[in-house]
């Protein structure tokens, strides 16, 4: 069970949604009323007692403010490339790209693609998908040349979201 917000989504949400569309998993969104502060209240608390959104439910595990890989790897080096690359997403691409229409970031650690077809190597992880919610937006502004101008970066991204988990997500994404 994933709860989340009515109508609008967070990015964490559509990392989550992307994650169980991925896998082909069968789940339940649970819409929490912010403006309501039902997030702040049982018995959304005992899902996460620091009511922030989303929280996962699978049974008697509840799920929250952690990054479940939900497509690791057996691959200790591959996880260990995965679990970088997602600390340099979370520290050094969310922010930059967030004030993206200030600024354009310096994006030079991209040209990893020059190296690899995706961030942790040469396979699709969650470190790539942890990109997809912000980039959905970011690439119908009129800055979204800082992708496309770049021949690996742009591939990469044209890999992402021509994922059908990627296009069955985006589409319910509020711009």
Aim: net charge neutral; with cysteine.
């Amino acid at each position: 069970m994933a709860h989340g917000v009515a109508g609008w989504r967070t990015k964490d949400q559509n990392v989550v949604l992307l994650c169980l569309h991925e896998k082909g998993l069968v789940y339940d969104l649970h819409p929490v009323d912010l403006a309501g502060g039902a997030h702040k209240q049982p018995p959304y608390l005992s899902l996460n007692p620091f009511g922030q959104i989303p929280a996962l439910e699978d049974g008697k595990v509840s799920l929250f403010e952690c990054r479940p890989n939900l497509l690791r790897s057996n691959s200790l080096s591959k996880s260990a490339l995965v679990e970088t690359w997602m600390e340099v997403e979370a520290h050094r691409f969310n922010g930059p790209i967030s004030e993206i229409l200030r600024q354009i970031p310096c994006m030079g650690w991209l040209e990893r693609f020059s190296k690899s077809k995706y961030l942790a190597g040469e396979s699709y992880s969650l470190v790539d998908l942890h990109h997809i919610p912000t980039l959905v937006y970011f690439m119908t502004t009129p800055k979204a040349n800082a992708i496309t101008s770049r021949l690996h970066v742009n591939a990469w991204w044209n890999d992402i979201s021509s994922r059908p988990a990627t296009i069955e997500v985006s589409t319910n994404m509020k711009l």
